[in-house]
């Protein structure tokens, strides 16, 4: 029942959304997607701290550690945190980060990282609290952990990004459901499992103790809004019809269309 209204908020916020930036996409590209539609009205606001909600999300991170702890896909979970689409390659049947698919790859990611980033109002303006920064229980793992050695992240607009206190919406959500999309536009052979592999995806930041479910939804729609306004970018698709080319070449499909 839940997946059926994430899914009827989505096309609802779609068609808000585009309805409204659909003048300036055909002026110009959208460069900053977050200039184009208001993510922050346009996303419900993630579950108070001490409801009921809340607590269903804490104890559905917990249920994912402990799972993962029993099935041995930590390590899976922690290779996960590496943002990028060519986490996609076992979906695929094909090893994005070879060297055959470097510029597809390229695309992928580029794209993807700007498709991103119309999450980062959302964070900033919920300062949600992170799973293992909220509860003592969750288990800091790989990026979340407050020992990591690298640098802080730093946003589009030159700020350092609280990683404790931005779990709303999930960011690592939202670029995989962007290589999800531009995915299955490019190979629709593989669309079932190219989206099975973004949940699995998504999964993996609960093990992590770096998201709770309601951030991964949040951070799917903003990922579909995302794909669909960067799909109306004249240079996109033009990127895409090569890429899907070269891919589907190193597939050995035959092409979709006459491009």
Known sequence: MRLRATAALAAALLTMALAVAQPALAASPPAGLGAQVDIIQLLPP??????AEQQA???????????AHADGSIAHAVADTQQSCGRFSD?????????RDAKV?????????????ISG?????????????????????GDMSPQRQSPPAIDSGGRTADL????????HATFGTVCTILLAAM???????????????????MVMGAHFPSDLEAGRIAGTLAAELLLQDR??????????SSLRAALGLAPLYRE
């Open 46 to 51: 993630p579950p108070a701290e001490n409801s």
């Open 57 to 67: 999300d804490l104890a559905a991170v917990l249920d994912a550690q402990r799972a």
């Open 91 to 99: 979906a695929l049947g094909e090893d994005l980060t070879s060297a």
């Open 105 to 117: 790859l390229a695309f992928l990611d580029q794209t993807a990282s700007r498709g991103a980033l």
């Open 121 to 141: 109002p959302a964070k900033r303006y919920w300062k949600r609290t992170r799973p293992y920064a909220f509860s003592a229980q969750v288990e800091p793992l």
């Open 164 to 171: 404790a206190h931005s779990s709303y919406p999930s960011g």
């Open 187 to 205: 190979v629709p052979e593989r669309r079932a499992a190219l989206f099975a592999r973004n949940l699995d995806y998504e999964h993996s930041r």
């Open 235 to 244: 240079q996109v698709q033009q990127q895409l019809a090569e890429a899907r």
